[in-house]
């Protein structure tokens, strides 16, 4: 099913940055230097990599650029877990929607039970969280008197749910997808996430909503109606807003800064060279997690997955028209996103000082740097051009469940 990589390939030469495109040195030398296979296996990695790289970086220089990744290399270990766990411990495969039986059937036009939001950061999704924030509350407020099913759906003081980070959102955070995806594929406890339960919620008229960047894969394992919803943004603008606030404004308490720059209290790296330090700006993994190096592929599957008729998503560029759109499915009739507005300045980055400021201007104006930016990012640009050009179609669809 989807896209094959053959017809991807076509993207992928639509812009003269993709058709000269290929990876650099220090990149490939920072692919490899990545041991995904520990133990014994890891002196063979090293022994093929200096073979296929001509020893580009010795062991030594692996090991430095490993610890100046810090906490950049423990996101991209936990997104290659999240990729093993969802291909069945083959990170060869990129995952791809399966179309799979449900006990509780979707018997509501364009409705589902569970509507999985999937994070992409520095789209516009803390606006969007609140976006959920107030449908929750609209749809589910007469369903939870009605049906008896509670105060709240979740409630944040049981065990299995106090560390919801989301609440009362599901949560599929880096911090907490695994426990969420255990109790759906469970069914337990099954107060909460049993079958009997999640028909009783969806036939009163209840909705699950979701946020988090690890959510892929889990309406497989929801037995209920579930889709997805995502926002998508242009990779270099997104890349841009990622680099201010992460790196120049260290936001986050500086979480993806290593001990030399917070004992320097600064991030002073270019555009490509925080590219290179994250290990590429990848945002794929949330639409189509694995870990192969065949990017094509990859491509292919998140292609695959945004044209499935259980996806649904907005951009960015035209976020007024997709909250539009989004409002003629019949859960999110009732979104007033007027009221909020004022909420949409809340995850912008922090206000950048004067040396800050300067640094960016300069990175920004210089052509070279931003065209080996945008060679950097043809994969992410491929995906996001076919989603610009699907995104009418895509609204005109009927929502099914996966």
């Known amino acids: 099913?989807?896209?094959?990589?053959?017809?991807?390939?076509?993207?992928?030469?639509?812009?003269?940055?993709?058709?000269?495109?290929?990876?650099?040195?220090?990149?490939?030398?920072?692919?490899?230097?990545?041991?995904?296979?520990?133990?014994?296996?890891?002196?063979?990695?090293?022994?093929?990599?200096?073979?296929?790289?001509?020893?580009?970086?010795?062991?030594?220089?692996?090991?430095?650029?490993?610890?100046?990744?810090?906490?950049?290399?423990?996101?991209?270990?936990?997104?290659?877990?999240?990729?093993?766990?969802?291909?069945?411990?083959?990170?060869?495969?990129?995952?791809?929607?399966?179309?799979?039986?449900?006990?509780?059937?979707?018997?509501?036009?364009?409705?589902?039970?569970?509507?999985?939001?999937?994070?992409?950061?520095?789209?516009?999704?803390?606006?969007?969280?609140?976006?959920?924030?107030?449908?929750?509350?609209?749809?589910?407020?007469?369903?939870?008197?009605?049906?008896?099913?509670?105060?709240?759906?979740?409630?944040?003081?049981?065990?299995?749910i106090a560390q919801w980070i989301t609440w009362p959102l599901v949560d599929t955070t880096r911090e907490n997808y695994a426990a969420t995806r255990r109790h759906f594929a469970t069914g337990e406890p099954a107060e909460y996430f049993g079958v009997d339960r999640l028909r009783k919620m969806y036939e009163s008229g209840a909705r699950i909503f979701s946020k988090g960047s690890y959510g892929m894969g889990l309406c497989e394992v929801v037995d209920a109606p579930c889709a997805y919803i995502t926002i998508l943004r242009d990779p270099v603008e997104r890349f841009l807003s990622h680099y201010k606030y992460s790196c120049l404004a260290g936001a986050e308490n500086r979480r993806l800064w290593n001990k030399a720059m917070k004992d320097k209290g600064e991030c002073a790296m270019n555009l490509v060279e925080w590219h290179d330090y994250l290990g590429g700006d990848n945002w794929l993994h949330v639409l189509a997690p694995g870990g192969g190096e065949n990017k094509d592929a990859q491509v292919a599957a998140a292609i695959a997955n945004l044209d499935d008729p259980c996806f649904k998503f907005l951009l960015t560029e035209k976020l007024d028209d997709g909250l539009e759109k989004l409002t003629t499915l019949p859960d999110f009739a009732r979104l007033n996103a007027t009221l909020l507005a004022n909420f949409a300045q809340h995850n912008e980055a922090p206000e950048l000082d004067a040396h800050q400021q300067r640094l960016y201007d300069r990175h920004v104006a210089n052509e070279d740097m931003m065209a080996h930016l945008r060679r950097n990012l043809r994969k992410s640009l491929a995906v996001y051009a076919h989603a610009e050009r699907t995104y009418e179609r895509k609204w005109r669809q009927r929502l099914l469940s996966c």
Not at 41 to 63: D, K, Q, Y
Not at 107 to 129: E, I
Request: proline letters at 3%; hydrophobic letters at 40%; glycine letters at 8%.
């Open 1 to 160: 099913m989807g896209v094959e990589r053959g017809d991807a390939e076509p993207l992928l030469r639509a812009s003269r940055d993709v058709e000269s495109a290929s990876d650099d040195a220090e990149t490939t030398a920072a692919k490899l230097a990545v041991d995904r296979t520990r133990g014994a296996a890891s002196a063979r990695l090293v022994v093929g990599a200096c073979a296929v790289a001509a020893c580009l970086v010795g062991a030594s220089a692996r090991a430095d650029w490993a610890h100046r990744r810090g906490g950049a290399l423990a996101e991209r270990e936990e997104v290659e877990a999240f990729g093993r766990e969802l291909n069945v411990g083959d990170l060869s495969k990129y995952y791809e929607i399966p179309r799979k039986a449900k006990s509780v059937k979707q018997t509501h036009a364009n409705r589902v039970l569970f509507y999985n939001f999937l994070h992409v950061p520095k789209t516009g999704g803390t606006f969007f969280h609140s976006v959920l924030r107030q449908v929750e509350r609209r749809v589910n407020r007469k369903p939870k008197q009605e049906a008896f099913l509670g105060e709240e759906l979740f409630p944040h003081d049981h065990e299995s």
